[in-house]
């Protein structure tokens, strides 16, 4: 049905009773529960996802927005898997990576101002003097459904596939840092990769973010090797790379070389201006905000997704629709899974899955009904253990467009 239900109309624009009778011709039944459509949102059966490919290491089915630098997302369907596969894990890159890598000679330096003293590391020396943890964590990119905001908001144009969760292997963070030693003054660390910028020019780099010591130190912050027990991607940052749950992905730093340890907030590149910043308190759709007003994201908002069906199914009266999916959160885990198909008018509860370990993803599950023939939207909205719930329609706009955490939504029509 995905295909037929490809239209002109535009996503962006309020729905009038017109249009919506206009889609129901369209696709031949009745929008059940129309009525209860809330204004803005437009029915999801209107959408449609592009397919292209491949890229090097990555499935043919990986979505591919731009080539220099490369970035990818994964279509919800493929991302039905607990851990996702290393072929289907979303690609967000600022710079070029590096063309010749041979781990045996690949170093990582910890230093700064806040480090007691200057330590370098090769991989083996990380696996052999640290003790080795693999857990499970869901990496997400700050921008991930940014093309869902009005007015547009510039960057990759991010549908809902730059998220996974894999499992990581390699050594805690903390560990490493309290071996070099951190002064009491620390207050963030920064990161520098192998990739060069997309100029050319060496003296520049393309990323250097950071987080906070305090999340440097927790249990879950890793640098780390391994992704699902084999090599990570090269897109994804082989050899090394640093994996931490809960925050922008960006700060996750992929070919890792140099940690420095700082006592004041990193100023690395990707740090300042607007990027992965937020307005510091609301503002209106469309408003210019300045760099002094921006906030960095330091914790990435509760979310869902729909994994099975794949949006646009079909089934028949009386035939009940298995419902499965993720849910995720910078909180300690997501309590409560909920799902709707009267747009949002009612809700029932799923089922859901504990996590093996802090950020690893969700998985829910419940078999939906529908009363009678027609178009239906089921949604899906997760409340953390913080109490933070899924907004029904797009969060607070911002710039940049990120931090959607809008209920994701998929198309069914039942026959």
């Known amino acids: 049905m995905e295909e037929n239900l490809e239209t002109g109309f535009n996503r962006r624009r309020f729905i009038s009773k017109t249009a919506l009778a206009s889609f129901a ?12 459509l809330p204004k803005g949102i437009v029915p999801v059966g209107i959408t449609h996802y592009d397919q292209n490919g491949p890229l090097d290491g990555k499935s043919p089915y990986i979505t591919i927005l731009n080539d220099r630098p490369v970035n990818a997302e994964t279509l919800p369907h493929l991302l039905n898997d607990d851990l996702t596969p290393n072929d289907l894990f979303f690609v967000r890159n600022n710079g070029i990576p590096p063309f010749s890598i041979d781990p045996s000679t690949w170093t990582l330096t910890i230093e700064g101002v806040s480090a007691s003293s200057k330590k370098s590391y090769t991989i083996a ?16 990119c700050g ?30 963070l903390k560990d490493v840092l309290n071996d070099v030693g951190v002064k009491n003054d620390a207050v963030y660390i920064g990161y520098y990769g192998a990739d060069t910028h997309l100029s050319g020019d060496p003296n520049k780099n393309s990323i250097s973010r950071g987080v906070p010591i305090a999340k440097a130190m927790e249990e879950e912050s890793m640098i780390a090797w391994a992704m699902n027990g084999k090599d990570i991607p090269v897109l994804n940052g082989h050899p090394l790379r640093l994996v931490f749950g ?16 700082r006592n004041e907030v990193h100023d690395g590149a990707k740090m300042g201006g607007q990027s992965y910043r937020v307005p510091c308190d609301a503002v209106a759709p469309g408003t210019k905000v300045d760099d002094a007003d921006m906030c960095i994201i330091e914790k990435m908002p ?15 009266t009386n035939q009940s629709l298995p419902l499965k999916g993720h849910a995720w959160t910078s909180s300690s885990k997501v309590n409560k899974m909920e799902y709707s198909i009267d747009f949002g008018k009612h809700w029932k509860e ?10 690893h993803w969700q998985q829910f599950g419940a078999d939906v009904s529908f009363p009678k023939k027609g178009y239906y ?9 913080d109490g933070n719930t899924q907004p029904i329609i797009l969060p ?8 959607n955490n809008a209920c994701h939504r998929i198309a069914v029509k039942v026959v």
């Not at 080795?132 to 964590?137: A, E, Q, R, V």
């Not at 509760?302 to 028949?316: C, M, R, Y």
């Not at 799923?350 to 950020?359: H, L």
């Not at 607070?396 to 931090?403: A, E, H, T």
Request: glycine content about 12%.
């Open 350 to 359: 799923c089922d859901i899955t504990e996590p093996e370990n802090r950020f």
């Open 25 to 36: 011709t369209l696709i031949g039944t009745d929008i059940v529960f129309g009525h209860h």
């Open 143 to 172: 921008g991930n459904g940014r093309k869902e905001f009005n007015p547009p908001a510039k960057g990759n144009q991010w549908s809902t596939g730059a998220v996974g969760c894999a499992a990581w292997t390699g050594v805690k």
């Open 396 to 403: 607070g706009w911002n710039p940049k467009g990120y931090l």
């Open 377 to 385: 939207e089921v949604w899906a909205k997760a409340t953390d253990s």
């Open 125 to 140: 020396d990380l696996k052999s003097k640290f003790a080795n943890h693999t857990l499970n964590i869901t990496l997400e």
């Open 246 to 261: 809960g925050t922008p992905a960006s700060c996750s730093g992929k070919w890792l070389e140099k940690i420095v340890i």
């Open 302 to 316: 509760v979310k869902s997704l729909i994994t099975s069906p794949k949006t646009g199914a079909t089934i028949k």
